[in-house]
T-cell receptor
Framework: ETGVTQTPRHLVMGMTNKKSLKCEQH?????MYWYKQSAKKPLELMFV???????ENNSVPSRFSPECPNSSHLFLHLHTLQPEDSALYLC????????????FGAGSRLTVL | KQEVTQIPAALSVPEGENLVLNCSFT??????LQWFRQDPGKGLTSLLL?????REQTSGRLNASLDKSSGRSTLYIAASQPGDSATYLC???????????FGPGTRLSVLP
């Protein structure tokens, strides 16, 4: 595996379900990000982790809960979501203090019914 | 608050044309600026990164320029091909924090 891998690629869930999105980076980067991409809106930063410590939380509702157990893995735990949370969730990584090129995964397409 | 805009929102050109995409940002206190392309339903692919101290970067048929003082960047695509059809996004890395602020993108169609 190379680059940034996201699973699942597609997820359909009800408003009362609990699910998780997973991201893994194989680049040796020290920072990982969650972005949300909704139709007709620019990418919105949700969370940033640098060396496993959360450094940014962009006023995200508590129904989204991130977890970064190590510098290679990032999770986004989802519970009691709303239909307006349906979007493409993108994970990215970068080497802060290095090249700083932001490398993205293919995304997880979430639909909340 | 940093805001990034891109003009035009959409562009359709015949194959072979040279074209320019524009990106503007409101706060010149940036660390770097990156250009990405996104194919439908997929993630973003980094094309070029320009550090705040640089004026331009080139990769193949792509050339990106940065004028930090005026808050502008352009992406020049030479001899466009149908495979260039995608949405192109620019993003600025703010000096404070680790946020990359994205523009809404320019949707490019190159017609054979």
């Amino acid at each position: 595996e190379t680059g940034v891998t996201q699973t699942p690629r597609h997820l359909v869930m009800g408003m009362t379900n609990k699910k998780s999105l997973k991201c893994e980076q194989h680049l040796g980067h020290n920072a990982m990000y969650w972005y949300k991409q909704s139709a007709k809106k620019p990418l919105e930063l949700m969370f940033v982790y640098n060396f496993k410590e959360q450094t940014e939380n962009n006023s995200v509702p508590s129904r989204f809960s991130p977890e970064c157990p190590n510098s290679s893995h990032l999770f986004l735990h989802l519970h009691t979501l709303q239909p307006e949370d349906s979007a493409l969730y993108l994970c990215a990584s970068s080497q802060v203090g290095g090249t700083d090129v932001l490398t993205f995964g293919a995304g997880s397409r979430l639909t909340v019914l | 608050k940093q805001e990034v805009t891109q003009i035009p929102a959409a562009l359709s050109v015949p194959e072979g044309e040279n074209l320019v995409l524009n990106c503007s940002f409101t706060d010149s206190a940036i660390y770097n600026l990156q250009w990405f392309r996104q194919d439908p339903g997929k993630g973003l692919t980094s094309l070029l990164l320009i550090q705040s101290s640089q004026r331009e970067q080139t990769s193949g048929r792509l050339n990106a320029s940065l004028d930090k003082s005026s808050g502008r960047s352009t992406l020049y695509i030479a001899a466009s091909q149908p495979g260039d059809s995608a949405t192109y996004l620019c993003a600025v890395r703010e000096l404070s924090g680790q946020n990359f602020v994205f523009g809404p993108g320019t949707r490019l169609s190159v017609l054979p």
